[in-house]
């Protein structure tokens, strides 16, 4: 009975630990509930450039969860520009972000719903405090080279904090609507470590 209640006590541990999840350049991860378990995580650094990401599933509708980061030391990025629009077509094809090594291959955007600049609020918080910023918002539909892989939704949202872009992504075999992609983004630009994203 002592073993159960200590390994419970360790399970516990473990699951607040998962909820309240920080990593670098991305900063603390929302509660994203209990149905979603974390596949996996990565942070990694190569001269001046590093980045880090955490991709979640939902255990039971399958969807996935990624969030993403990278940083370009002594850059200044827009979530505008050419190059950070060019990244969301590829930084989570068919979900998964590129730098997972064993993730599914041969996912491309078969259609672009949405794609383009617009101003992301986080609404009023207990302070009265309410962070606006420009983010790059689009919705894509993945097709995959196997012909009975079904299409995939995705909704995501990127936003730049100086030499560091930030991507959320929700993506899905059903129709889903951009909700929790959008309160994951503006829960990110609320609690980033970054004094405040470049507009």
Known sequence: MKHRTILFL?????????????LPLLGRLPELGRDWLLLKQETKKEGA??????????SKTGDLISFAA????NTNRAVGSDPVREATLSMFAGGLPRWM???PTGWGVADAIRFSVI????????????VKAEAFEYSYVYESEVP????????????????????VQHTSTHVITSDDAKSAAA????NHPSSRPTQ
Do not use: I
Request: aromatic fraction near 14%; proline fraction near 2%; glycine fraction near 8%.
């Open 10 to 22: 360790v399970f516990c541990s473990c699951a607040m630990g998962l909820a309240a999840q920080e």
């Open 70 to 73: 990278d940083k370009w030391r």
């Open 148 to 167: 009975a892989a079904p299409n995939r939704l995705a909704h995501g949202y990127v936003l730049a904090f100086g030499d560091t872009c930030v991507f």
């Open 119 to 130: 101003t992301l609020t986080t609404g009023l918080d207990a302070t009265g405090k309410n």
């Open 49 to 58: 450039y590093e980045h880090s990401w955490a991709s979640f599933t939902n």
């Open 101 to 103: 090594h064993d993730r």
């Open 187 to 190: 829960f990110l630009l609320r």
